[in-house]
Nanobody, 123 residues
Protein backbone atom coordinates (compact mmCIF):
# COMPACT_ATOMS: atom_id res chain seq x y z
CA UNK A 1 0.00 0.00 0.00
CA UNK A 2 1.40 3.37 -1.01
CA UNK A 3 1.96 5.82 1.81
CA UNK A 4 3.03 9.42 1.52
CA UNK A 5 3.77 11.23 4.75
CA UNK A 6 4.48 14.96 4.76
CA UNK A 7 6.29 16.86 7.48
CA UNK A 8 8.03 20.17 8.03
CA UNK A 9 5.18 22.64 8.02
CA UNK A 10 4.83 25.41 10.56
CA UNK A 11 4.30 29.07 11.29
CA UNK A 12 6.91 31.48 9.99
CA UNK A 13 7.23 35.16 9.20
CA UNK A 14 7.26 36.54 5.68
CA UNK A 15 10.70 36.21 4.13
CA UNK A 16 11.60 33.09 6.07
CA UNK A 17 12.30 29.60 4.74
CA UNK A 18 10.85 26.15 5.36
CA UNK A 19 11.67 22.72 4.02
CA UNK A 20 8.87 20.22 3.60
CA UNK A 21 9.53 16.50 3.39
CA UNK A 22 7.48 13.70 1.87
CA UNK A 23 8.45 10.18 2.87
CA UNK A 24 7.19 7.62 0.35
CA UNK A 25 6.72 3.90 0.98
CA UNK A 26 4.82 0.91 -0.26
CA UNK A 27 6.26 0.43 -3.71
CA UNK A 28 9.16 1.25 -5.98
CA UNK A 29 8.83 4.86 -7.06
CA UNK A 30 11.50 4.94 -9.74
CA UNK A 31 8.90 5.31 -12.50
CA UNK A 32 6.80 7.85 -10.64
CA UNK A 33 6.35 11.60 -10.72
CA UNK A 34 6.14 13.24 -7.31
CA UNK A 35 4.25 16.47 -6.93
CA UNK A 36 3.63 19.12 -4.33
CA UNK A 37 0.25 20.83 -4.25
CA UNK A 38 -1.33 23.33 -1.89
CA UNK A 39 -4.77 24.37 -0.87
CA UNK A 40 -5.61 27.63 0.86
CA UNK A 41 -8.90 28.14 2.71
CA UNK A 42 -11.75 28.66 0.27
CA UNK A 43 -9.59 27.95 -2.75
CA UNK A 44 -9.05 25.00 -5.03
CA UNK A 45 -6.04 22.76 -4.68
CA UNK A 46 -3.26 23.99 -6.96
CA UNK A 47 -0.06 22.67 -8.41
CA UNK A 48 3.20 23.87 -6.86
CA UNK A 49 6.01 21.70 -8.22
CA UNK A 50 6.79 18.22 -9.52
CA UNK A 51 9.81 16.04 -10.06
CA UNK A 52 10.42 12.89 -12.03
CA UNK A 53 11.87 10.35 -9.64
CA UNK A 54 14.25 8.98 -12.26
CA UNK A 55 16.23 11.67 -14.01
CA UNK A 56 15.12 14.50 -11.75
CA UNK A 57 13.27 16.65 -14.30
CA UNK A 58 11.29 19.38 -12.55
CA UNK A 59 8.63 21.97 -13.19
CA UNK A 60 7.13 24.73 -11.08
CA UNK A 61 4.09 26.93 -10.86
CA UNK A 62 4.88 30.50 -11.93
CA UNK A 63 3.93 31.76 -8.48
CA UNK A 64 6.79 29.88 -6.80
CA UNK A 65 9.41 29.80 -9.56
CA UNK A 66 12.72 31.10 -8.26
CA UNK A 67 11.67 30.75 -4.61
CA UNK A 68 10.82 27.05 -4.22
CA UNK A 69 12.98 24.06 -5.11
CA UNK A 70 11.83 20.46 -5.33
CA UNK A 71 14.34 17.65 -4.93
CA UNK A 72 14.49 13.99 -4.01
CA UNK A 73 16.73 11.62 -2.10
CA UNK A 74 16.55 8.22 -3.75
CA UNK A 75 18.21 6.43 -0.85
CA UNK A 76 15.66 7.78 1.62
CA UNK A 77 12.65 7.58 -0.73
CA UNK A 78 11.95 11.17 0.24
CA UNK A 79 10.96 14.24 -1.75
CA UNK A 80 11.62 17.73 -0.47
CA UNK A 81 10.22 21.17 -1.11
CA UNK A 82 12.58 23.94 -0.09
CA UNK A 83 10.59 27.14 0.25
CA UNK A 84 12.47 30.44 0.47
CA UNK A 85 11.30 34.04 0.63
CA UNK A 86 7.92 32.93 1.87
CA UNK A 87 4.96 35.26 1.42
CA UNK A 88 1.63 35.47 3.18
CA UNK A 89 -0.03 34.15 0.04
CA UNK A 90 1.95 30.91 0.38
CA UNK A 91 -0.18 30.07 3.42
CA UNK A 92 -1.93 26.77 2.72
CA UNK A 93 -2.02 23.08 3.47
CA UNK A 94 0.71 21.48 1.38
CA UNK A 95 0.21 18.00 -0.01
CA UNK A 96 2.57 15.49 -1.53
CA UNK A 97 1.19 13.35 -4.36
CA UNK A 98 2.35 10.71 -6.81
CA UNK A 99 1.43 9.49 -10.26
CA UNK A 100 3.05 7.40 -12.95
CA UNK A 101 3.07 9.77 -15.91
CA UNK A 102 4.75 13.17 -16.27
CA UNK A 103 2.10 14.69 -18.45
CA UNK A 104 -0.18 16.42 -15.98
CA UNK A 105 -0.09 19.06 -13.27
CA UNK A 106 -3.76 18.62 -12.42
CA UNK A 107 -4.49 17.39 -8.91
CA UNK A 108 -7.22 15.09 -10.22
CA UNK A 109 -4.65 13.15 -12.24
CA UNK A 110 -2.56 12.19 -9.22
CA UNK A 111 -3.26 8.78 -7.76
CA UNK A 112 -1.74 8.89 -4.30
CA UNK A 113 -1.87 11.63 -1.68
CA UNK A 114 -0.46 12.39 1.71
CA UNK A 115 -2.43 13.87 4.57
CA UNK A 116 -1.00 17.36 4.19
CA UNK A 117 1.04 19.72 6.33
CA UNK A 118 0.05 23.25 7.28
CA UNK A 119 2.24 26.17 6.29
CA UNK A 120 1.31 29.55 7.72
CA UNK A 121 3.21 32.69 6.77
CA UNK A 122 2.54 35.80 8.81
CA UNK A 123 3.05 39.20 7.23
Amino acid sequence: QVQLVESGGGLVQAGASLRLSCAASGRTFSSYVMGWFRQAPGKEREFVARIRWTGGATSYADSVKGRFTISRDNAKNTVYLQMNSLKAEDTAVYYCAARVRWTSERPSDYEYWGQGTQVTVSS
